[in-house]
T-cell receptor, first 113, second 113 residues
Framework: SQQGEEDPQALSIQEGENATMNCSYKTSINNLQWYRQNSGRGLVHLIL?????REKHSGRLRVTLDTSKKSSSLLITASRAADTASYFC?????????????FGQGTRLTINP | EAQVTQNPRYLITVTGKKLTVTCSQNMNHEYMSWYRQDPGLGLRQIYYSMNVEVTDKGDVPEGYKVSRKEKRNFPLILESPSPNQTSLYFC????????????FGPGTRLTVL
């Protein structure tokens, strides 16, 4: 099953710059989640934004949601080397009567010192 | 410390030799799931469990079994592993299902020769 698609697939920026990643999805949603994965390690939940919310902040993270365009963006401000990771959006699909969390392919972010 | 643990973290085995990957969480979460992550294919759900004794198939259940006899444990069983099951496996749990934030284990890297 494919729901969220992140864009770009890879992003490389200088430390201190802002990084923006986008996620598009196909069906209506109750919420959208963003996760971070450091290389080969478990995913870490970052933010959950509900369908009735347009923007949410957590520290240096800002997530927006546009349900009319079926898209979300994750902004990381003042990036640091430790932000180097892959970032995934995830939404819930209703498949054969069951709710299933489906992840996008991810954006690989590299922060250059 | 709230966490999801998986064992083993790394495993190299041979075709046909039954193995079990254990998963345990200490957060009293009802919902648990297993994913596999492969390059180019992203994260795909194998099985999930809404609660004790309630399990259901995800996107790629073939060749896998699970059980949920206790709330905290959700082992993944490969009865007869094959090389196409070589992958990085993650267990995850959440309070209340796929619409909530998922807590991931550190991953199990499995190689089947």
């Amino acid at each position: 099953s494919q729901q969220g698609e992140e864009d770009p697939q890879a992003l490389s920026i200088q430390e201190g710059e802002n990084a923006t990643m986008n996620c598009s999805y196909k069906t209506s949603i109750n919420n959208l989640q963003w996760y971070r994965q450091n290389s080969g390690r478990g995913l870490v939940h970052l933010i959950l934004i509900r369908s009735n919310e347009r923007e949410k902040h957590s520290g240096r993270l800002r997530v927006t949601l546009d349900t009319s365009k079926k898209s979300s963006s994750l902004l990381i401000t003042a990036s640091r080397a430790a932000d180097t990771a892959s970032y995934f959006c995830a939404t819930v699909l209703l498949i054969q009567g069951a709710q299933k969390l489906v992840f996008g392919q991810g954006t690989r972010l590299t922060i250059n010192p | 410390e709230a966490q999801v643990t998986q064992n083993p973290r790394y495993l190299i085995t041979v075709t046909g030799k039954k193995l079990t990957v254990t998963c345990s969480q200490n957060m009293n979460h009802e919902y648990m799931s297993w994913y596999r992550q492969d390059p180019g294919l992203g994260l795909r759900q194998i099985y999930y469990s809404m609660n004790v004794e309630v399990t259901d198939k995800g996107d790629v259940p073939e060749g896998y079994k699970v059980s949920r006899k206790e709330k905290r444990n959700f082992p993944l069983i490969l009865e007869s592993p094959s090389p196409n099951q070589t992958s990085l496996y993650f267990c995850a749990s959440s309070l209340g299902g796929p619409q909530r934030a998922q807590y991931f284990g550190p991953g199990t890297r499995l190689t089947v020769l």
